[in-house]
């Protein structure tokens, strides 16, 4: 069993910053995917970014260029930085850890509101 614990978000103006932090904890990692995916109300989740294992990045293309994923290795702990924040940026941001197609662990959500 894996728990994925989140800190950070909040609430903050339009062009402004936050940062968001995932640590994994519960089991042994191996080669795994560790990402952000974010939910407004109304909306499906999408994802925001994701970091491999082996630091590959992906990005969406509405966070390219503002977001930053990182991953310390040794803590199994992501860090998304997110400058210039938008309003459409507001959503509830949810950790993901994955090791297969049909093994992945969820957080329990966050909140990220950016003000106009």
């Known amino acids: 069993q894996v728990q994925l614990v989140e800190s950070g978000g909040g609430l903050v103006e339009s062009g402004g910053s936050l940062n968001v932090s995932c640590t994994a904890s519960g089991s042994a990692f191996l080669l795994n995917i560790m990402g952000w995916y974010r939910q407004a109300p109304g909306k499906q989740r999408e994802l925001v970014a994701t970091i491999t294992s082996g630091q590959n990045t992906e990005y969406a293309d509405s966070v390219k260029g503002r977001f930053t994923i990182s991953r310390d290795g040794a803590a199994n702990t992501i860090n998304l930085q997110m400058n210039n924040l938008r309003p459409e940026d507001t959503a509830v941001y949810y950790c993901?850890?994955?090791?297969?197609?049909?093994?992945?662990?969820w957080g329990q959500g966050i909140q990220v509101t950016v003000s106009s």
């Open positions: 993901n850890i994955k090791f297969t197609a049909v093994n992945e662990y």
